[in-house]
């Protein structure tokens, strides 16, 4: 697609359960990043991955996130564990030379 | 560390007036400034970017920014306002070339009144 496309659109779950959101970015753009946007702390860093290199993860909030790249296209962040304060729209992002392309974002709900 | 900061978390401006989004930046090197705008349940989309090269930097719909570094300031500006300009804004640094994460401002709602 021509895109970044994120799946799936919304989730919901219960506390205590995993989940993964997926993330396929646009063919070629190397660089990708996973952002979080909450009401209460707006848009926050998450992580980062640029081609081979080890991933930048000083924007997990804790370790029950997790994220990974296959194949240096599609990627999966994971969160174990969830709680309601998880609950936000996760957004990915890559990036070609100086600009992010975002995606529409997976909504998260932990009742 | 870099920083900006949006004053003004929601603006109404009048349909056709001038609409006029403020941030500030903080950085100890020369920043890359960017403005993105979010329509309701929608992803983010960048509005303009500056990267060092002209100033007054125009971008789509109309909208336009101005970096001014003795004020460390990049307001988004559009001459005349129309009904589908509302959404949320962001403004944005990067320390260099877009190859870190993106620091965002908390954003401003822009309503438009008819």
């Known amino acids: 697609g021509a895109g970044v496309s994120q799946s799936p659109s919304n989730k919901v779950t219960e506390k205590g359960k995993d989940v993964e959101l997926r993330c396929d970015p646009i063919s070629g753009h190397t660089a990708l990043y996973w952002y979080r946007q909450s009401l209460g702390q707006g848009l926050e860093f998450l992580i980062y991955f640029q081609g081979n290199s080890a991933p930048d993860k000083s924007g997990l909030p804790s370790d029950r996130f997790s994220a990974e790249r296959t194949g240096g296209s599609v990627s999966t962040l994971t969160i174990q564990r969830t709680q309601q304060e998880d609950s936000a729209v996760y957004l990915c992002?890559?990036?070609?030379?100086?600009?992010?392309?975002f995606g529409p974002g997976t909504r998260l709900t932990v009742l | 560390a870099q920083s900006v900061t949006q004053l003004g978390s929601h603006v109404s401006v009048s349909e056709g007036a001038l609409v006029l989004l403020r941030c500030n930046y903080s950085?100890?090197?020369?920043?890359?400034l960017f403005w993105y705008v979010q329509y309701p349940n929608q992803g983010l989309q960048l509005l303009l970017k500056?990267?060092?090269?002209?100033?007054l930097v125009k971008g789509i719909n109309g909208f336009e920014a101005e970096f001014k570094k003795s004020e460390t300031s990049f307001h988004l500006t559009k001459p005349s306002a129309h009904m589908s300009d509302a959404a949320e804004y962001f403004c944005?640094?990067?320390?260099?070339?877009?190859?870190?994460?993106?620091?965002f401002g908390t954003g401003t709602r822009l309503t438009i009144i008819p």
């Open positions: 950085s100890s090197v020369p920043p890359y």
């Open positions: 500056y990267t060092s090269a002209a100033t």
């Open positions: 992002a890559c990036r070609n030379t100086d600009t992010q392309y």
């Open positions: 944005a640094v990067s320390p260099n070339f877009g190859n870190e994460k993106l620091t």
